[in-house]
């Protein structure tokens, strides 16, 4: 029930296209879900989160979709660039009721590759 | 504003010996948390301190390991003695409280030969 499913384990997408990845979780208590963005070598940084109160949130050409009810969300990035490949993580976490958000339950990772 | 950094960057050790990974997270930051990610695996939670208490160390895998935050600063995790499963990357993060995003350090590869 503390798991984080991601989908898929690699993307190839050109350049311009859209790249979507997908998360799943059984947890109904989270209420924090953040994606991070991994370059070789690099740590994690935070891309953009969201909490169940919205359906949707929209940085730049990054977007996440949140599905509350199928315990679903997603990361769209909208006219992928070469600059994106990287290796993405969502994640989960339960911030309020004394928890913290930065306890994170996090997918296994997909490694994006933007096509020139 | 310097990010988290941690200290090596890498390390080879052989099976049974010791080693102390070193956090210094960003200045201010009374969070701090240790992750790590074995290969192919996803990146688990270890601990999280608040200054210089362990708020949750539900994540660490045995008691070969020990997390140390004296003075609320810089952190140490130190695996006594190391096993060849311990092989990961060691990933340090910080955050203001415990309602603000985390910051990743670069992390430490351990390889245990």
């Known amino acids: 029930q503390q798991q984080v499913k991601q989908s898929p384990q690699s993307l190839i997408v050109q350049k311009g296209g859209i790249s979507i990845i997908n998360c799943a979780y059984e947890n109904t208590a989270f209420d924090y879900f953040p994606w991070y963005q991994q370059f070789p070598g690099k740590g994690p940084a935070l891309l953009i989160a969201i909490r169940p109160d919205v359906s949707e949130k929209k940085e730049g050409r990054f977007t996440i979709s949140f599905n509350k009810s199928a315990k679903q969300f997603s990361l769209h990035i909208m006219d992928s660039q070469p600059g994106d490949s990287a290796t993405y993580f969502c994640a989960a976490s339960i911030a309020s009721y004394g928890g913290s958000q930065g306890n994170l339950i996090f997918g296994k990772g997909t490694k994006l590759s933007v096509k020139p | 504003e310097a990010g988290v950094t941690q200290f090596p960057s890498h390390s080879v050790i052989e099976k049974g010996q010791t080693v102390t990974l070193r956090c210094d997270p960003i200045?201010?930051?009374?969070?701090l948390y240790w992750y790590r990610r074995v290969m192919g695996k996803e990146i688990k939670f270890l601990l999280h301190?608040?200054?210089?208490?362990?708020?949750?160390e539900s994540g660490m895998p045995n008691n070969r390991f020990l997390a140390e935050r004296t003075g609320g600063t810089y952190s140490t995790l130190k695996v006594q003695p190391a096993e060849l499963e311990d092989s990961g990357v060691y990933f340090c993060?910080?955050?203001?409280?415990?309602?603000?995003?985390?910051?990743f350090g670069n992390g430490t590869r351990l390889t245990v030969t």
């Open positions: 993060a910080s955050s203001q409280d415990g309602f603000s995003p985390l910051h």
């Open positions: 301190f608040v200054k210089e208490s362990k708020q949750d």
């Open positions: 200045s201010g930051h009374d969070n």
